[in-house]
């Protein structure tokens, strides 16, 4: 069985190399095909869609609900994440939970520390070496908000004193 790799739009504008594994089915989602602009990469874009060498498959909603729950309450990463990078990461863990080999190829952290909490693989040109769970604190009071809190009652600001809110990490773990 081939090993899926799951493409996010840097691996495709910078990284071209990877698409040289002719052992691999390259996936991306409709999403990263909307966020290529530049006319080079468009070319290469279409070369690869053409050669039938990238698929485009989008995610089940229902993964992309798993997805979005895991990054906002086990990681406070939502904020980090886009729309794009959790259909991306849903679509990674659709493919694994049917027991497939999966890789999710992104330059983006946020979206590595999610895949490696759902103990999906990635590679990345930079990666990170730890996993990290975020909390939110009011820089004038100190107090401090879960990601939950922050999406529930849409904060951008502390709800006591009015002051910045800067995500602060609660719990470091080494991959």
Request: aromatic content about 8%.
């Amino acid at each position: 069985m081939a090993r899926i790799l799951i493409v996010d739009t840097g691996v495709i504008l910078h990284s071209k190399q990877i698409f040289w594994d002719i052992t691999a089915r390259f996936i991306t989602i409709p999403e990263v095909l909307e966020e290529i602009i530049d006319q080079k990469s468009l070319i290469f874009l279409d070369q690869l869609l053409t050669q039938k060498i990238l698929e485009v498959i989008p995610p089940n909603d229902s993964n992309i609900s798993f997805v979005r729950k895991e990054a906002l309450n086990h990681l406070g990463e939502s904020k980090n994440l886009s729309e794009t990078d959790l259909s991306l990461t849903a679509l990674a863990f659709e493919f694994k939970k049917k027991g497939n080999n999966v890789l999710i190829c992104t330059n983006d952290l946020a979206i590595q520390n999610l895949a490696n909490h759902l103990k999906i693989e990635f590679w990345g040109e930079k990666i990170i070496k730890k996993r990290i769970k975020w909390t939110f604190r009011c820089k004038g009071c100190g107090k401090t908000y879960s990601n939950k809190e922050l999406e529930e009652f849409n904060l951008r600001e502390c709800g006591l004193c009015g002051s910045e809110l800067r995500k602060t990490p609660t719990q470091i773990i080494d991959i």
